[in-house]
């Protein structure tokens, strides 16, 4: 039987995902130190863990309202309200999804029609591109640069703009780089934002995970909340990457119709994910702290240590990733990842899995311990040290 002409030509055309494929390589391989899956190490704090089971206990598993139980949206507009200073209703201005990539999805589907343009800033995570692609738009790459420390500048995103172009994709703090907008960053993009009457989807999924001054969404500048889309959610601030919960938050009109299309699609997030948030919020922001202070520590860890072994990498300011470049090593991106995997059995994720402008970089996580990630080190030292001696 010939499915190909049953198959979606939108969805078969799509590229598989540039991360997973040197994870299911990585898979089949003994004694791999694996750098490349943006998961915390930590277990979700316990007093979370706790709440969830005291909810099955209880009996508690039945479907929750479409948009989310109202006592976690009502600790989601607190926490929006005391750590970005942008007030929500917690009645039809946030959806409580089911990760952070639904929420992505679903305001993506509520605002592009065939023939609408979406701005990504890249490098940047890889669903962004599909999903636009998905709902029937078109995806315009907009190249950050290492010069500026892969943030947007107001003069790349002016470039990019045509009639066509409805909505930026704003995925700051940013995976891969771990760049970060500040304020004065935001405010220099903001102007372009409104005289061309665009719309803003924020992925502030990192936004827990910032190590120099306090986050900052755009949604909290002048005028701007009210063509922001917020997405964020509980699994890298909270160690909660299983539980599948984020939300979203924004002008009542767009998460009105997100919140239609995800009843029809999911009915609603796992009741007992919620519950567990709820306690999240109201008790365990101090393991959030914690949590971020260790990351810090690894961060300065892994960018001197690389930088010393000749892979120049720019300090990141946000998220668990660095981003250095191995252009000393006269490779590509993709071959450098495959020899280090072959010969050192260290997995990292080719900087062009992110966009063509990744290219020349590797991504590696640090979310993982630090004996582990001094073995991984020992390894690409080894490593470069053969690429510079042109042994590999």
């Known amino acids: 039987?010939?499915?190909?002409?049953?198959?979606?030509?939108?969805?078969?055309?799509?590229?598989?995902?540039?991360?997973?494929?040197?994870?299911?390589?990585?898979?089949?391989?003994?004694?791999?130190?694996?750098l490349g899956v943006g998961e915390p190490d930590f277990k979700t704090p316990w007093a979370i863990r706790q709440e969830a089971i005291r909810t099955l206990e209880k009996g508690k598993t039945w479907y929750t309202a479409n948009a989310g139980l109202a006592e976690l949206r009502e600790e989601i507009a607190r926490y929006l309200k005391d750590s970005v200073g942008v007030e929500y209703c917690p009645k039809n201005q946030i959806l409580v999804s089911v990760g952070g990539s639904e929420a992505i999805d679903l305001c993506v589907r509520a605002l592009v029609k065939p023939g609408d343009e979406v701005l990504i800033p890249e490098p940047s995570f890889v669903c962004y591109d599909p999903i636009v692609q998905l709902a029937g738009g078109t995806p315009v790459s907009i190249e950050t640069k290492v010069e500026n420390q892969f943030r947007l500048t107001p003069e790349e995103l002016e470039e990019k703009i045509t009639p066509r172009t409805k909505l930026l994709v704003l995925p700051y703090p940013n995976n891969p780089t771990g760049a970060v907008m500040k304020r004065e960053h935001l405010e220099a993009i903001a102007p372009v934002i409104q005289r061309h009457d665009l719309l803003v989807l924020s992925d502030e999924i990192y936004s827990e995970?910032?190590?120099?001054?306090?986050?900052?969404?755009?949604?909290?500048?002048?005028?701007?909340?009210?063509?922001?889309?917020?997405?964020?959610?509980?699994?890298?601030?909270?160690?909660?990457?299983?539980?599948?919960?984020?939300?979203?938050?924004?002008?009542?009109?767009?998460?009105?119709?997100?919140?239609?299309?995800?009843?029809y699609a999911i009915m609603s997030a796992p009741t007992m994910?919620?519950?567990?948030?709820?306690?999240?919020?109201?008790?365990?922001?101090?393991?959030?702290?914690?949590?971020?202070?260790?990351?810090?520590?690894?961060?300065?860890?892994?960018?001197?240590?690389?930088n010393k072994m000749g892979l120049d990498c720019f300090e990141p300011e946000g998220a668990f990733y660095v981003f250095p470049s191995i252009t000393s090593t006269g490779m590509t991106s993709e071959e450098f990842c495959e020899t280090l995997l072959q010969k050192e059995r260290v997995a990292v994720v080719p900087g062009d899995a992110f966009g063509k402008s990744g290219e020349g970089h590797v991504r590696i996580s640090y979310s993982y311990s630090?004996?582990?990630?001094?073995?991984?080190?020992?390894?690409?030292?080894?490593?470069?040290?053969?690429?510079?001696?042109?042994?590999?």
């Not at 519950?275 to 702290?289: I, N, Q, T």
């Open 1 to 34: 039987m010939d499915y190909q002409k049953y198959l979606s030509p939108v969805a078969n055309g799509l590229k598989p995902s540039g991360i997973r494929r040197f994870f299911d390589i990585a898979a089949e391989m003994d004694h791999v130190i694996s």
């Open 209 to 263: 995970l910032t190590y120099s001054g306090k986050h900052v969404s755009i949604a909290s500048l002048p005028g701007m909340d009210q063509r922001t889309v917020v997405i964020n959610g509980f699994s890298k601030s909270f160690a909660m990457t299983g539980w599948r919960l984020g939300f979203a938050a924004g002008p009542a009109p767009i998460l009105q119709l997100m919140v239609k299309i995800h009843q």
């Open 273 to 306: 994910s919620q519950y567990a948030a709820v306690e999240a919020l109201r008790h365990c922001r101090s393991s959030v702290a914690e949590m971020r202070e260790e990351y810090n520590l690894r961060r300065r860890f892994l960018v001197d240590a690389l």
């Open 370 to 392: 630090i004996n582990y990630l001094k073995e991984a080190l020992k390894r690409i030292q080894r490593f470069v040290r053969q690429c510079q001696e042109g042994q590999p």
